[in-house]
């Protein structure tokens, strides 16, 4: 029942931004759940950004003041605002929900930081 589909991704140069965007259906649950993942090429899967409780969110070191994640409860979607971006952010960026502890996973949007 529950779908996360996502868009956003694309080449960017060195410095440049993208916003991520993860639509949910079928459960309002997702996203205030919802966690942005992102692998890149031979590289294990990391937690990039989240949200906790109420509106707190939660970042990985490696993305602490350059993303942002936010999102619009009334279109059940989830944002994943990327600035300053660099190379090593070159990467498959995944959204992900657990509702009910049931895993869901977006498609996968692939970012690509490059001059």
């Known amino acids: 029942q529950v779908q996360l589909v996502e868009s956003g991704g694309g080449l960017v140069q060195p410095g440049g931004s993208l916003r991520l965007t993860c639509t949910a259906s079928?459960?309002?649950?997702?996203?205030?759940?919802a966690v942005w993942y992102r692998q890149a090429p031979g590289k294990q899967r990391e937690l990039g950004a989240r949200f906790t409780s109420g509106s707190n969110t939660n970042y990985a070191d490696s993305v602490k003041g350059r993303f942002t994640i936010s999102r619009d409860n009334t279109k059940n979607t989830v944002y994943l605002q990327m600035n300053s971006l660099n190379p090593e952010a070159t990467a498959v960026y995944y959204c992900?929900?657990?509702?009910?502890?049931?895993?869901?996973w977006g498609q996968g949007a692939p970012v690509t930081v490059s001059s």
């Open positions: 079928g459960s309002d649950f997702i996203i205030y759940t």
């Open positions: 992900h929900a657990a509702p009910l502890g049931i895993n869901y």
